[in-house]
């Protein structure tokens, strides 16, 4: 099973950003994403598709259909340029897609 | 708080074995799965497994099957990820992950394994 995200995405600050993640009936599984700056550990940043873990700004939303999940930042600040990861399950396996580095210029 | 804190860095040589440690603190250890994550320098994560600390039972990627084994201690709620017969492209930083539903909500800093003759 494959998960498959765009290598990098742009946007100016203030802006919203969208990073996709495409799998096959990906919708039928829940997504969670992870955001990572340089020389540091992945953070959950939304988990079931939607949810918001205490602590991760409103700005970050998530949704999950058919065979596209979308992690979207709105009003994008300097502070969220980084690699963002997806990841679900399929068979007892965990799945990460390849990662999108999300740049703030 | 919720801690995973990870053993240190490690040099091996190819064909030889490395064992990281994950001690894990301000939770029920033993009610959350442990997974492993590793990234190589400039790379995307990869998922190598989970265990699950109360009874032991462990699930493994297929392309570590074989190489890769997963224990605990319940009694110093530390997990344990051992990989043996290393080579070059086993290379990484090496992190545990508690593991809520599916989701990783917390993670250690990493270990670097360094493999080189």
């Known amino acids: 099973y494959e998960l498959t995200q765009p290598p990098s995405v742009s946007v100016s600050p203030g802006q919203a950003a969208s990073i996709t993640c495409s799998g096959d009936k990906l919708g039928d599984r829940y997504a969670s994403w992870y955001q990572q700056k340089p020389g540091q550990s992945p953070v959950l940043v939304i988990y079931?598709?939607?949810k918001r873990p205490s602590g991760i700004p409103e700005r970050f939303s998530g949704s999950n259909s058919a065979n596209t999940a979308t992690l979207t930042i709105s009003g994008t600040q300097a502070m969220d340029e980084a690699d963002y990861y997806c990841?679900?399950?399929?068979?007892?396996?965990?799945?990460f897609g390849g990662g999108t580095k999300l740049t703030v210029l | 708080q919720v801690q995973l804190v990870q053993s240190g860095a490690e040099v091996k040589k190819p064909g030889a074995s490395v064992k990281v440690s994950c001690k894990a603190s301000?939770?029920?250890?033993?009610?959350?799965?442990i997974n492993w994550v590793r990234q190589a320098t400039g790379q995307g994560l990869e998922w190598m497994g989970w265990?699950?600390?109360?009874?032991?039972?462990?699930g493994y990627a297929q392309k570590f099957q074989g190489r890769v084994t997963m224990t605990r201690n319940t009694s110093i709620t530390t997990a344990y990820m051992e990989l043996s017969s290393l080579r070059s492209e086993d290379t990484a930083v090496y992190y545990c992950?508690?593991?809520?539903?599916?989701?990783?909500?917390?993670w250690g800093q990493g270990t670097l394994v360094t493999v080189s003759s």
């Open positions: 992950a508690k593991s809520s539903s599916g989701y990783y909500t917390n």
């Open positions: 990841q679900a399950w399929d068979s007892s396996t965990a799945v």
């Open positions: 265990m699950n600390p109360n009874s032991g039972n462990t």
């Open positions: 079931q598709d939607s």
């Open positions: 301000g939770y029920t250890f033993t009610s959350y799965d």
